[in-house]
């Protein structure tokens, strides 16, 4: 039984400029207008990467339902 989640989207939204970012492909690194945050992986894994603390940005990632992943 696997019980990893897929993955449906991986975004952020910066908390300091409110722009939201998306890796829509593996190694599509992408920063925020700012600078101050930035994602990565695409639907292949989630990289988070941030100037000072972790609440710099929001987590909008988004998963599948159990019944997409079969679909």
Excluded: P, Q, W
């Amino acid at each position: 039984m696997n019980d990893m989640k897929k993955l449906k989207r991986n975004a952020i939204k910066c908390n300091s400029c409110g722009e939201i970012i998306e890796s829509v492909h593996r190694h599509d690194f992408k920063f925020c207008k700012c600078g101050r945050v930035a994602v990565d992986g695409g639907l292949d894994y989630l990289r988070r990467c941030y100037t000072e603390t972790v609440n710099d940005f929001t987590e909008l990632a988004e998963y599948c339902d159990e019944d997409e992943k079969e679909a």
